[in-house]
């Protein structure tokens, strides 16, 4: 989905990336409050604006809270790594970085201009 002309979704994904290559380097070079507040006004700017596109937009929403885990050893699942394991996956991380929980704040699921949305009230 693009949010606008000039895409503010690819803002995201490249604040991520940014993100994912600072936390692969922290355990060795060290933890750089600054690296980490420009990372943290990034997501502020770029969460902003996206937000305001899609108001914008119109698309039907529904509001969430994410929450965030970014550990400095990063996150290993022993099950996850088994079925990696069985799957012949050659390509894949041993921890993962950075996990995301998305959760809606209520129960019934509204979107922005308070209609409930088709097959999800």
Same mark, same amino acid.
């Given at each position: 989905? !693009?949010?606008?002309?000039?895409?503010?979704? #690819?803002?995201?994904?490249?604040? %991520?990336?940014?993100?994912?290559?600072?936390? !692969?380097?922290?355990? *060795? &070079?060290?933890?750089?409050?600054? /690296?980490? =507040?420009?990372? #943290?006004?990034?997501?502020?700017?770029? +969460?902003?604006? #996206?937000? &305001? =596109?899609?108001? &914008?937009?119109?698309?039907?929403?529904?509001?969430? +809270?994410? &929450?965030?885990?970014?550990? #400095? !050893?990063?996150?290993? *699942? +022993?099950?996850?790594?088994?079925?990696?394991?069985?799957?012949?996956?050659?390509? +894949?991380?041993?921890?993962?970085?950075?996990? %995301?929980?998305?959760?809606?704040?209520?129960?019934?699921?509204?979107? /922005?201009?308070?209609?409930?949305?088709?097959?999800?009230?």
């Amino acid at each position: 989905m !693009q949010l606008s002309t000039n895409n503010q979704a #690819a803002a995201y994904q490249d604040m %991520f990336s940014t993100a994912f290559r600072y936390l !692969q380097t922290r355990a *060795d &070079k060290g933890t750089k409050p600054n /690296v980490e =507040a420009s990372i #943290a006004s990034r997501f502020g700017r770029t +969460h902003t604006a #996206a937000q &305001k =596109a899609i108001t &914008k937009s119109g698309l039907p929403t529904i509001p969430a +809270h994410i &929450k965030a885990a970014l550990p #400095a !050893q990063g996150i290993q *699942d +022993h099950t996850i790594n088994r079925l990696l394991l069985m799957s012949s996956s050659e390509h +894949h991380l041993s921890v993962v970085p950075m996990a %995301f929980f998305v959760e809606r704040p209520s129960a019934q699921a509204e979107s /922005v201009v308070g209609r409930p949305l088709p097959g999800l009230s």
